[in-house]
């Protein structure tokens, strides 16, 4: 690894400036870097360009390269911060991660446009209407506030009824039982997990919400009150629209080729 690893941003900054001016130039010497790099490090920088000039660099090429480091630094940075750990279960001395229900309810109140919930369960009930209250009273305020959850509508086993039948079942409880609101999100399901044949059985087992297409949160958790609350889950939010907008697609792709249908009743 070179020394230069070791500068911070502004340091790396610094000394291009100091090559590109010509304030820095051959022989280099640890002297000369006063005031530019840090003590520490003076000795090996001032090798590392001695050598750096030995094969042919120049103040300018360095200069360029060292700009381009600096670049490189603030990138990596910025995509460190963009990324977050979200963790329900007992809290770790010195954790930096951040608790599911609370990013959960900060995603639903700072949406604008879209939301997009997948879930393999969720609770009903009380705590259902809880876990999803600050998003129906969003839906119901704002009109142009676009919800779309995929949900598990699953077969029980032994249960023989024809798909029309469980999925009223599911429409009814989902309004009676999960969804507090005027407005009704649209709910997609697959039919897959409706399947008498085993063999032929699928679920939709992904957990993740989508947000405006900016902010992508993918999580083991289930919309429960016990992953939101209890469980020890794992997860992270990710601040990057090109994330996001993958995510809504992989879904928005599956309804569009028939993969995953629409719920009726909802």
């Known amino acids: 690894m070179s020394v230069f690893h070791n500068l911070s941003r502004p340091t790396l900054i610094s000394l291009a400036d ?20 840090p003590v520490v490090w003076r000795q090996e920088i001032a090798s590392e360009l001695q050598s750096m000039s030995q094969m042919g660099f120049t103040n300018t090429h360095i200069a360029y390269t ?8 603030a990138l990596s940075q910025s995509t460190r911060d963009s990324i977050e750990l979200v963790w329900t279960g007992e809290e770790v001395v010195g954790s930096e991660s951040r608790d599911t229900s609370v990013v ?3 995603l639903f109140v700072r949406a604008k446009s879209s939301v997009l919930i997948s879930s393999f369960a969720i609770d009903k009930g009380a705590k259902a209407r809880e876990l999803f209250q600050v998003l129906a009273q969003r839906m119901d305020a704002d009109p142009k506030l676009n919800v779309r959850m995929f949900l598990n509508i699953k077969r029980n086993y032994g249960d ?3 798909e029309s039948a469980i999925l009223r079942e599911f429409a009814t409880s989902f309004r009676r039982e999960v ?17 008498i044949d085993t063999g032929a059985k699928a679920c939709l087992h992904a957990k993740c919400v989508v947000v405006d297409e900016e902010r992508l ?10 992953a939101h609350e209890r469980n020890i889950e794992a997860g992270v939010l990710i601040t990057d629209s090109v994330a996001a907008k993958a ?3 992989q879904f928005e792709t599956l309804v569009a080729r028939g993969v995953l249908k629409k719920a009726p009743g909802i």
């Open 18 to 37: 100091a090559l590109s001016q010509g304030r820095l130039t051959i022989p280099y010497y640890a002297a000369s870097l006063t005031g530019i790099v």
């Open 66 to 73: 060292l700009r381009l480091l600096a670049q490189e630094r």
């Open 104 to 106: 959960v309810r900060e």
């Open 160 to 162: 023989k009824q024809p």
């Open 179 to 195: 969804w507090s609101g005027q407005r009704l999100p649209e709910v997609f399901y697959d039919p897959r997990a409706l399947e």
């Open 217 to 226: 949160f993918v999580t083991s958790a289930n919309f429960t009150e016990a």
């Open 247 to 249: 995510m809504r697609s």
